[in-house]
């Protein structure tokens, strides 16, 4: 959901920039920028779960996902938080491995 004008400006330029990598450029460099993509990806679906841990931490994210799963299945919102980590860490040693080939 686009909720403001940053968001619809991000969602156009990475989008025409999709379009022209994939248009304008040979198969070496669309390989190297889906890559570079992968890997961004990757890399970025870590640093959530840290985020909502050191919010936690300091008594914040009473709503959270975390928080919001242990209300509805009786779970502790710690095991969420852990759950979160191991799923974002897994994916990217999987992804990574999978990325260089090993």
């Known amino acids: 959901m686009i909720r403001n004008a940053y968001g619809a400006m ?26 570079a993509v992968v890997w961004f990806l990757l890399l970025g679906g ?9 919010k936690r931490s300091r008594g914040g994210a009473g709503d959270s996902d975390a928080d919001q799963l242990s209300r509805l299945t ?7 938080l852990f759950l979160f980590h191991a799923v974002s860490l897994c994916s990217l ?10």
């Open 93 to 102: 040693l999987g992804g990574g491995r999978w990325l260089l080939g090993l």
């Open 46 to 54: 870590v640093r959530p779960a840290f985020e909502l841990q050191a």
């Open 10 to 35: 991000s969602l156009l330029v990475t989008g025409g920039t999709f379009v022209l990598v994939s248009w304008l450029t040979g198969p070496q460099v669309q390989a190297a920028f889906a890559y």
């Open 74 to 80: 009786h779970v502790p919102p710690g095991l969420w």
